[in-house]
């Protein structure tokens, strides 16, 4: 069955950075643009970077400059790296694997998330 495990959250300081990975199984991950979900206490999901088959990615505005999204196809592994974090990047980050009707985008699989905390 899919699979989504998301790794490497915790704490740090503002300005500091973290790498995240989310380790894919289960389906043919190449095959499929992904998406990394934020969600903050109390908010709803906010979109944070998503990567297409070919490698493209794009960012929400919040993030744009400081995160970079990437694949690694032959070990099924997506990976956000964070630099410059602030406060308010603090939230549970999901992977999600896409999947479109007509050009809307819905997400059919989320791992459990991993928490990102920006304090000092």
């Known amino acids: 069955q899919v699979q989504l495990l998301e790794s490497g959250g915790g704490l740090v300081q503002p300005g500091g950075s973290l790498r995240l990975s989310c380790a894919a199984s289960?389906?043919?991950?190449?095959?499929?643009?992904m998406s990394w979900v934020r969600q903050a206490p109390g908010k709803g999901p906010d979109w944070v970077s998503g990567?297409?088959?070919?490698?493209?990615?794009y960012y929400a505005d919040s993030v744009k400059g400081r995160f970079t999204m990437s694949r690694d196809n032959a070990k099924n592994i997506l990976y956000l790296q964070m630099n410059s974090l602030k406060p308010e990047d603090t939230a549970l980050y999901y992977c999600a694997r896409e999947f479109w009707i007509a050009d809307t985008k819905e997400y059919d699989y989320w791992g459990q998330g991993t928490q990102v905390t920006v304090s000092s």
């Open positions: 289960g389906f043919t991950f190449s095959n499929y643009a």
């Open positions: 990567i297409k088959t070919d490698g493209r990615t």
